[in-house]
C-alpha cells in the first residue's frame, strides 16, 4: 500500500567536509514515495550524517535536497515538516507521555479536543492506548520507543526517519519491533529512510537498501540483490560473514585454491576477481559430488556448536580461512569431523559468486 | 539446623557487626555536627530568653513586635535580598545560557571568570566597590566624560550601592547551578523540538527553559537566603541608610552590649529562612536541584 500523500526524496550531489575529511561525498539518492529505504553502513561511513541533511540537522557544503518537488535543501528543519525518531529517544521528560504526543499538534494550534483524540489514536497505533498521563521515567526502553515513534507519526509527516530507533533494546523486543515498524509502515505509507548498523535489521525491514561507507552510497539494491549479488567486495564483506578466494582467470578459466570454478553467475568484467563464499552456502560433501558444485579441499581448524546451527572452521589449500554454517538435528553434531580432520567442502554453481577485486 | 538455616545466624551477625563499624565510622562527624551546630544554635536560642535582668524573659522578642524599627529592618531585609534575587536571574540566567552554548573549552574559561572573585577577599571586592562608585570614583569620572550622565550620581552610600554590591557577590551561586542544569539538557531535546516543528524561540521556552528551572530555582534559593543574612556588603556599601538584620545584631552587641536581643534577632532570622526553605521545598523537587536530574 502507497500513501497518496507520501513525498518521494531526491538527493543530488551532497557533500559535506570536516576538515578534509569527507563526511559525505558527493552523495545522491532517490528515495521512492512510500519506501522504506535504509542507509546501512558502519559507524563514522557517514549514514547519520545523511539523515541530519534530511531533518536540517546538518548544513551539507553543497547539493542538492528535494521533498517532492520542493527544494529544501536550506529550509530549517522546524519547517521540513518530517517525522523523526532519535537515537535515544529524546523524550521531553518535563511533560507527559500524551504531553510529549501532543507536542507537535499543540505547535500547530490544533484545537485541544482533536489533540487529545489524535493523541490517543497515535498511542493506540504504537499499542499505548491508555498510557497518556505517564511520566517518562515511568516507561520501559521499549515503550519509550513506542512513544518517541507515536510522536512522529501523530502530525501526520508525509517523510518519516529513523536514526537506529532500536538499537537500545535487547534482542527479543527489537526482533519484534522490527516487524511492527514494518507493519506500521505498510499501514502508515509515510516515505521511510531509516539508519542503522545492524544487517540483519536492514535486510529484514526493508524494500531497500542503501550500503554506504567512506561517505559514499556503495550499493543501492533491494536486500535480496544485495546479498545475492554484491557489486563490490566493501558490500560482500559488510553483509553476512563472508570469506574471499582470489581467483585466477587464465582465458575463460577461472582457478581459486586449485579449484576450476563453475558459475551459473554473471562474471563481472574486471581484471581481479574474488571469490566469495558464505558460511551457510559452503556445505561438507561425500567423495563423489554432483556435477554442479565446486569442491574444496580443506583441514578443519575448529568446531563450535550453537544451538540451532553449528560453526566450522577449515582452512583451504592456500591458507584461507572460511567457515562453514550447517543446520543442526539430532546426531548431526557427533557425526561432525574434528578439528585436524580433512574435509571436502562444496559450492553450488549457483551459489558462486564472483566480484570484481577493486585496490 | 536445617539447610535453610545454614549460617543464617552467622551472617546476621556480620550484617550487626557491619552497621556498627559504619557508626563508628560516621562518629567523629556526628561529633563535629554536635559541638558546631547544635550546641550553638540552641545556646542562641537559650541567651534569647534572658532579659536585661538576668532571668528567664520574652522581653527580647516583646521589644521586636512593639518597635516599627524592626518590622521596617525586617522588610529591608527581605526587599534587598528579593531585588539581589531578580537581579541576579535577570544578568545570571542569560550569562550561563550563553555559556551552556559554547565548546566546552570557552564554557570553562568563561567559568573561571565567574569563579574568579570568589577567590578574592569579600571585604577587598567590597571596598573596591566603594572606590569605584564614590561621587568622584571611576565609573562616575568615565560615565561623566563619555557623556552617559551629566552629574556624579549616588551610586554607594545607598540601597544602589548595596545591591550592585550583593549582586557582584552573589552572582556565581546563581550561575553555578543553572549552568550545571542547562549543561545536562540533552541537545537531541532541542533537535526534537525543532524536527516536531518548534521555531527556536519556541523551542527555547517550551523545552529547554523548563528543564534549567530546577538549577534556577536551586540558584535563586539559595542567592536569597545567603542575602537575607548578608552583612559586610550593604553595611559597608549601604552607608547607614539600608539597614538589615544582620547590621542589627551587630549594633546590639557593640553599641548595647545587648546579648538578648542580638540572639533574639538571630533567632528569627533563623526562623524566617528555614520558613523560606520550607515553603519552597513544597513547591519544588528538592532532589532535582542537587543534581537528581531528570532520569
Known amino acids: 500500500m502507497t500513501n497518496q500523500d507520501a513525498l518521494p526524496i531526491t538527493v543530488r550531489g551532497v557533500t559535506k567536509t570536516y576538515g578534509d575529511v569527507f563526511a559525505l561525498d558527493d552523495v545522491s539518492l532517490d528515495v521512492k514515495s512510500g519506501e522504506f529505504l535504509t542507509l546501512l553502513g558502519p559507524s563514522g561511513s557517514g549514514k547519520t550524517t545523511l539523515l541530519m541533511v534530511l531533518a536540517g540537522f546538518t548544513r551539507p557544503d553543497r547539493g542538492s535536497l528535494k521533498f517532492g518537488t520542493d527544494e529544501v535543501i536550506r529550509k530549517p528543519p522546524h519547517l521540513r515538516d518530517v517525522g523523526m525518531v532519535f537515537q535515544n529517544y529524546a523524550l521531553f521528560p518535563h511533560m507527559t507521555v500524551a504531553g510529549n504526543v501532543g507536542y507537535p499538534l499543540r505547535l500547530r494550534k490544533v484545537a485541544k479536543a482533536e489533540i487529545a483524540e489524535r493523541v490517543e489514536r497515535a498511542l493506540e497505533t504504537v499499542q499505548l492506548g491508555g498510557y497518556g498521563d505517564r511520566r517518562i521515567d515511568q516507561l520501559s526502553g521499549g515503550q519509550k520507543q513506542r512513544v518517541a515513534l507515536a510522536r512522529s507519526i501523530v502530525f501526520e509527516p508525509r517523510i518519516l526517519l529513523m536514526d537506529e530507533p532500536l538499537s537500545a533494546l535487547d534482542k527479543k523486543l527489537r526482533d519484534r519491533m522490527q516487524i511492527e515498524l514494518r507493519h506500521l509502515h505498510e499501514k502508515l505509507g509515510m516515505t521511510t529512510v531509516y539508519v542503522t548498523h545492524d544487517q540483519r535489521e536492514a535486510l529484514t525491514m526493508s524494500d531497500r537498501i542503501a550500503v554506504v561507507n567512506f561517505g559514499r552510497i556503495m550499493q543501492l539494491a533491494t536486500p535480496q540483490e544485495l546479498y545475492e549479488q554484491p557489486e563490490n567486495k566493501f558490500v560482500a564483506d559488510f553483509i553476512g560473514d563472508s570469506a574471499f578466494l582470489d581467483v585466477t582467470r587464465s582465458g575463460d578459466t577461472l582457478t581459486a585454491a586449485g579449484t576450476a570454478l563453475r558459475t551459473s553467475r554473471a562474471i563481472p568484467d574486471a581484471p581481479d576477481l574474488a571469490l566469495m563464499m558464505r558460511p551457510e552456502r559452503l556445505h561438507l560433501v561425500s567423495d563423489k559430488p554432483g556435477k554442479d558444485k565446486n569442491v574444496f579441499d580443506a583441514t578443519v581448524t575448529e568446531l563450535v556448536y550453537q544451538g540451532e546451527s553449528y560453526l566450522l572452521y577449515a582452512q583451504l589449500g592456500d591458507g584461507t580461512e572460511v567457515a562453514v554454517r550447517g543446520a543442526m538435528r539430532a546426531g548431526t553434531y557427533t557425526g561432525l569431523p574434528q578439528p585436524g580432520g580433512t574435509v571436502k567442502l562444496g559450492l553450488d554453481a549457483a551459489d558462486t559468486v564472483l566480484i570484481a577485486h577493486e585496490g | ?295
Not at chain 2, 539559595?222 to 556588603?233: E, K, Q, Y
Request: charged share 15%.
Open chain 2, 1 to 295: 539446623m536445617t539447610a535453610t538455616d545454614m549460617n543464617a545466624e552467622g551472617l546476621r551477625r556480620d550484617e550487626q557487626l557491619e552497621r556498627l563499624r559504619l557508626f563508628g565510622l560516621a562518629s567523629p562527624a556526628l561529633l563535629l555536627v554536635l559541638v558546631i551546630l547544635v550546641i550553638p544554635v540552641g545556646w542562641l536560642f537559650y541567651v534569647s530568653f534572658i532579659g536585661a535582668d538576668g532571668t528567664f524573659s520574652m522581653e527580647n522578642y516583646e521589644r521586636m513586635l512593639k518597635r516599627k524599627s524592626y518590622a521596617r529592618i525586617f522588610r529591608t531585609t527581605f526587599e534587598v535580598s528579593l531585588l539581589t534575587t531578580g537581579l541576579c536571574i535577570l544578568i545570571g540566567y542569560p550569562l550561563a545560557y550563553f555559556m551552556s552554548q559554547l565548546p566546552t573549552r570557552w564554557a570553562n574559561l568563561c567559568l573561571i571568570t565567574v569563579l574568579l572573585p570568589f577567590w578574592t577577599s569579600l571585604l577587598v571586592r567590597t571596598y573596591a566597590w566603594l572606590v569605584l562608585l564614590q561621587k568622584r570614583g571611576l565609573v562616575n569620572d568615565w560615565a561623566i566624560s563619555l557623556g552617559l550622565w551629566d552629574e556624579p550620581l549616588k551610586l554607594v552610600h545607598n540601597l544602589n550601592g548595596t545591591l550592585i554590591g550583593m549582586v557582584h557577590i552573589m552572582l556565581p551561586f546563581l550561575i553555578l547551578p543553572v549552568y550545571g542544569a542547562m549543561r545536562a539538557i540533552d541537545r537531541d531535546y532541542l533537535k526534537a523540538a525543532a524536527n516536531l516543528g518548534a521555531s527556536p524561540r519556541r523551542a527555547f521556552w517550551t523545552v529547554f527553559f523548563p528543564l534549567s528551572t530546577p538549577g534556577l530555582f536551586a540558584g535563586a534559593l539559595m542567592v536569597f537566603v545567603l542575602s537575607l543574612g548578608f552583612f559586610v556588603t550593604p553595611a559597608v556599601l549601604g552607608g547607614g541608610k539600608v539597614i538589615m538584620v544582620s547590621m542589627k545584631i551587630v549594633s546590639n552587641i557593640e553599641l548595647f552590649v545587648n546579648w538578648g536581643a542580638a540572639s533574639a534577632l538571630g533567632v528569627v532570622l533563623l526562623v524566617l529562612t528555614i520558613g523560606v526553605l520550607w515553603i519552597a521545598s513544597r513547591f519544588l523537587n528538592f532532589e532535582q536541584m542537587t543534581g537528581g536530574g531528570h532520569g
